[in-house]
């Protein structure tokens, strides 16, 4: 069985930083894909940053150059370094794996960590 747990969000000041981590478990063959997503109260859910196996990312326009996504493939884990936050960045954040696995591929989620930006 796969689990992302993630970790790191938290209530900080606008231009303040967080890092959020996100570890991956379970009888993993393959991490394709791994990225963040974020849903904010009464909005839809959408794509901050993505980063797939290859090494190639994707940001969303909102937070290119303030947000970085790394990951440690031993670890398993991924990050999001967020710089610069603004409130507007408030959201519950949402780790995204594509993964291969001992039943084949599934795309998996965490259960979300708040991220609160205000003053």
């Known amino acids: 069985q796969v689990q992302l747990v993630e970790s790191g969000g938290g209530l900080v000041q606008p231009g303040g930083s967080l890092r959020l981590s996100c570890a991956a478990s379970?009888?993993?063959?393959?991490?394709?894909?791994m990225g963040w997503y974020r849903q904010a109260p009464g909005k839809q859910r959408e794509l901050v940053a993505a980063l797939k196996r290859g090494g190639s990312t994707n940001y969303a326009d909102s937070v290119k150059g303030r947000f970085t996504i790394s990951r440690d493939n031993a670890k398993k884990t991924a990050y999001l370094q967020m710089n610069g936050l603004k409130p507007e960045d408030t959201a519950v954040y949402y780790c995204n794996a594509d993964l291969n696995t001992l039943t084949g591929w599934g795309a998996y989620w965490g259960q979300g960590t708040q991220v609160t930006v205000s003053s």
């Open positions: 379970g009888s993993i063959f393959r991490i394709n894909a």
